[in-house]
């Protein structure tokens, strides 16, 4: 898993489409939007901003995100959670 920084969501998510070295579970750090978010063909914010990445409805979280090929198979691992989850408190978003 790795780490990358923006200066927009819309640089983030456009990046997640065409940057072959971001990888399904990376974190996606905007702090001049104060987001965090997974990559993803959609990423998705973690944060409560979520600028132009997609976002995640009320009462629902990134481990119920399934690739929709099989009910087992989860988009993000538990790990990738964690390291965005570390990322977005550490920078208090």
Do not use: N
């Amino acid at each position: 898993m790795s780490t990358y920084h923006f200066d927009s969501t819309g640089e983030a998510y456009d990046a997640c489409q065409c940057d072959e070295r971001i990888q399904d579970g990376d974190t996606l750090v905007i702090e001049s939007e104060r987001v965090v978010g997974l990559a993803w063909v959609w990423p998705i914010a973690i944060s409560k901003e979520k600028g132009d990445l997609h976002g995640i409805k009320e009462g629902s979280s990134p481990e119920s995100f399934f690739t929709g090929l099989s009910a087992c198979e989860r988009v993000f691992t538990d790990e990738a959670i964690a390291a965005a989850r570390s990322t977005l408190a550490a920078l208090g978003f």
